[in-house]
């Protein structure tokens, strides 16, 4: 319904989701060592910025996220706060990852826009507004 899939701001009515991924700093195999502490860390940041993670699933040296969020919003930084946030206590609380890796992520990420309507039928809908 449309209920659950747009959000209302002041002066908004918006349905912003993004697949973020987000690499780490090595070819170690090291997030599944810290992987529920990473979980509680991003779900924290989240809801702090409210911000709500749809799924969020650790790999090995990755971790996916679905995530939705307000305009207000950037996915560059979304994933600053992310990255920033659980790189500064996961170092602290897990003393290996310092020595091992000099810092926690990459600085590269992968975002995509994920939307309920799809690329056709935005350009139809506003090609038929000439036509009104």
Not at 49 to 64: A, F, N, R, S, Y
Not at 66 to 72: E, G, H, V, W
Not at 79 to 100: D, W
Request: charged share 25%.
């Amino acid at each position: 319904t449309t209920a659950k899939r747009y959000s209302l701001g002041a002066h908004t009515i918006f349905n912003i989701g993004y697949h973020l991924i987000c690499v780490l700093n090595t070819e170690e195999k090291l997030l599944m060592e810290v992987e529920i502490r990473l979980k509680e860390l991003l779900s924290e940041k989240a809801n702090e910025l409210g911000i709500e993670i749809k799924t969020m699933e650790t790999m090995p040296d990755h971790v996916h996220l679905f995530i939705k969020t307000k305009p207000t919003h950037s996915p560059h930084f979304i994933v600053q706060q992310f990255k920033g946030y659980s790189s500064r206590i996961l170092r602290n609380e897990f003393p290996f990852l310092k020595s091992r890796i000099p810092t926690l992520w990459t600085r590269s990420y992968y975002c995509e826009a994920v939307g309920h309507i799809s690329v056709d039928t935005i350009l139809k809908y506003i090609e038929d507004q000439k036509k009104v």
